[in-house]
Each structure stands twice: as structure tokens, then as C-alpha cells.
């Protein structure tokens, strides 16, 4: 059962928390010691939170899934954890969750209850609204990083938020995009009130908001030449995330997108190294 406890906690999901990171590493803050350790701690209470969330939609889900031909696999929905610890669990990690960050600030320990509010808003109901529920996974990954500006003492240029929001928006539509393409049963029912032709306008609309933000951020600052190279390779990433999304398999998922592409990883990875040489002293 603990092995199967651990696989409902869906830990493969976590490495969207490294989103944590992006605002101090935007304000070049990375080299202090204390900001890597309250980045940290951020990361382990985003991934305890999200889990926590994962547990309660599994719950609330569980005759669903078990009439699902995929998700009739997933732990609870097989019968391999206890419906009863479910709860349980939930709430002690949602607990531990707003405990690691009391050591860092009021502001992040507030980002996290956020998050938990939002997540269990949207398993109990708004999930089946459509379009907020668009609003709210974005938001999950707006307040990420915003727990790791709180968590760093940073704050928030306008650029960064417009980015952060509109990839947000991007990654989001584009998941539900590629389910409406791929998925032919009825998963999630909300998908039906949506049409394909006005989610590819949101992606566009949502990539040219990104992608003109970022280079108004390259133009608001010293080291244009690193920060234009930074500008570039995040609408290449864009474009190649939702080309993968369409054409790929695995689009609804979107960690497996980013993982399973070697060109994402290496546009990733240049992205990065371009914003590190922008901000460092």
C-alpha cells in the first residue's frame, strides 16, 4: 500500500514546482544562500499542496474513475489505498504544506493557502465550469511563481507577471486543445462546451501577449544582446510546445510534453542559461 499511497501523490507532477525559481532567478538572487533554502522550501510545499489536491479529486472522482479505461488504473480508483486514509492524507499534507514555508514569510505561507483554496474550489465544482476552470489551472501555476517571489523577497515587474499569466493561459488552452484533438470518450465532460476553433485563438492570443512581454522585458534592461537571445528562444519554446501538443501524443499531459522532447529541453536549457547571463552582476 505505501508504494501505492506514493503513486496517488502523482510525485511525476512535481517538477512543474520548479517554477519556484523563476523569479529569483529573473532578479539575479540565486547566489544567496538563504534565498536557495526558502526556493526550497517553497519547491517541497508546492509539491506537498499539489499532492494534497491530487488526493481529493481522486477521491471525489473514484466511481468515475473506476468507469474510466485509463483512470480505473490509478490507485485509489484500483482499490490499492484505503478510501478511508484518503482524507487523511489529504489534510496532513496540506498541513505539513502551510508548515514548511513558516520558517520563510506571512506572504508565502498566504501563497500556499491560495493554492489550497483554489485546488479544492475547483475539484469540488469548478471544474466542470467552462472557462473558469481554464482561469484556475492558469492560476496554479501563476502562484507558483509567486510563492517563489514571496520565498525570495523579490518583487514583481509587470513584465514578468504579463509572461508568467499569459504562458500560463498558453499551456493551459493548449492542454485542453490537444484533448478535444486526441481524446475521443468523455474524460471530462466540461470539454464538450468548448470549441477547437476558439481555443486556437486563445494560444495565439496568449503567445503574442507572452512573447511581446518578454521582449519588453529584453528592452528594459542591460545585456539587450543576452536578454534578445532570451526573447527568442522563449517564442521558439512556445511554438515548438504547441507543436508538440497537436501533433504529439502526450499533449494533455503537459510535463510529458516538455520531458519526453529533447528540442523543448534544449530550448529550455539556452532559455535558461541566456536570462542567468541577463541578470548576473
Given at each position: 500500500m505505501t508504494v501505492a499511497?506514493?503513486?496517488?501523490?502523482?510525485?511525476?507532477?512535481?517538477?512543474?514546482?520548479?517554477?519556484?525559481?523563476?523569479?529569483?532567478?529573473?532578479?539575479?538572487?540565486?547566489?544567496?544562500?538563504?534565498?536557495?533554502?526558502?526556493?526550497?522550501?517553497?519547491?517541497?510545499?508546492?509539491?506537498?499542496?499539489?499532492?494534497?489536491?491530487?488526493?481529493?479529486?481522486?477521491?471525489?472522482?473514484l466511481e468515475a474513475d473506476r468507469a474510466h479505461p485509463i483512470k480505473r488504473h490509478r490507485?485509489?480508483?484500483?482499490?490499492?489505498?484505503?478510501?478511508?486514509?484518503?482524507?487523511?492524507?489529504?489534510?496532513?499534507?496540506?498541513?505539513?504544506?502551510?508548515?514548511?514555508?513558516?520558517?520563510?514569510?506571512?506572504?508565502?505561507?498566504?501563497?500556499i493557502a491560495v493554492y489550497l483554496v483554489t485546488v479544492l474550489a475547483y475539484s469540488f465544482g469548478l471544474k466542470r465550469v467552462p472557462y473558469l476552470e481554464l482561469v484556475i489551472v492558469a492560476s496554479g501555476f501563476v502562484l507558483r511563481a509567486v510563492g517563489g517571489a514571496a520565498a525570495a523577497d523579490v518583487p514583481i515587474s509587470i513584465w514578468f507577471a504579463i509572461v508568467v499569466s499569459s504562458t500560463a493561459v498558453f499551456v493551459v488552452v493548449a492542454k485542453r486543445e490537444s484533448?478535444?484533438?486526441?481524446?475521443?470518450?468523455?474524460?471530462?465532460?466540461?470539454?464538450?462546451?468548448?470549441?477547437?476553433?476558439?481555443?486556437?485563438?486563445?494560444?495565439?492570443?496568449?503567445?503574442?501577449?507572452?512573447?511581446?512581454?518578454?521582449?519588453?522585458?529584453?528592452?528594459d534592461g542591460d545585456r539587450i544582446g543576452a536578454r534578445a537571445a532570451a526573447a527568442v528562444l522563449f517564442l521558439l519554446a512556445l511554438l515548438r510546445y504547441r507543436s508538440r501538443t497537436v501533433d504529439g501524443p502526450h499533449g494533455e499531459d503537459p510535463v510529458a510534453v516538455v520531458l519526453r522532447d529533447p528540442v523543448l529541453l534544449v530550448l529550455g536549457a539556452a532559455w535558461a542559461a541566456a536570462v542567468v547571463v541577463s541578470v548576473s552582476a
Amino acid at each position: 500500500m505505501t508504494v501505492a499511497f506514493w503513486r496517488a501523490l502523482r510525485p511525476s507532477q512535481w517538477s512543474k514546482n520548479v517554477l519556484v525559481v523563476l523569479a529569483p532567478a529573473a532578479a539575479g538572487v540565486l547566489d544567496q544562500a538563504d534565498v536557495v533554502r526558502d526556493t526550497a522550501l517553497m519547491f517541497v510545499a508546492f509539491s506537498l499542496a499539489a499532492s494534497a489536491g491530487y488526493l481529493v479529486n481522486d477521491l471525489l472522482d473514484l466511481e468515475a474513475d473506476r468507469a474510466h479505461p485509463i483512470k480505473r488504473h490509478r490507485p485509489i480508483a484500483a482499490g490499492e489505498v484505503p478510501v478511508a486514509i484518503v482524507p487523511v492524507g489529504a489534510a496532513v499534507l496540506a498541513g505539513a504544506a502551510l508548515a514548511v514555508t513558516a520558517p520563510i514569510r506571512t506572504e508565502a505561507t498566504a501563497v500556499i493557502a491560495v493554492y489550497l483554496v483554489t485546488v479544492l474550489a475547483y475539484s469540488f465544482g469548478l471544474k466542470r465550469v467552462p472557462y473558469l476552470e481554464l482561469v484556475i489551472v492558469a492560476s496554479g501555476f501563476v502562484l507558483r511563481a509567486v510563492g517563489g517571489a514571496a520565498a525570495a523577497d523579490v518583487p514583481i515587474s509587470i513584465w514578468f507577471a504579463i509572461v508568467v499569466s499569459s504562458t500560463a493561459v498558453f499551456v493551459v488552452v493548449a492542454k485542453r486543445e490537444s484533448e478535444l484533438t486526441h481524446i475521443v470518450d468523455a474524460q471530462r465532460p466540461v470539454l464538450s462546451r468548448y470549441r477547437q476553433a476558439r481555443m486556437i485563438n486563445v494560444e495565439l492570443l496568449a503567445i503574442g501577449s507572452a512573447a511581446l512581454a518578454h521582449a519588453g522585458w529584453a528592452l528594459d534592461g542591460d545585456r539587450i544582446g543576452a536578454r534578445a537571445a532570451a526573447a527568442v528562444l522563449f517564442l521558439l519554446a512556445l511554438l515548438r510546445y504547441r507543436s508538440r501538443t497537436v501533433d504529439g501524443p502526450h499533449g494533455e499531459d503537459p510535463v510529458a510534453v516538455v520531458l519526453r522532447d529533447p528540442v523543448l529541453l534544449v530550448l529550455g536549457a539556452a532559455w535558461a542559461a541566456a536570462v542567468v547571463v541577463s541578470v548576473s552582476a
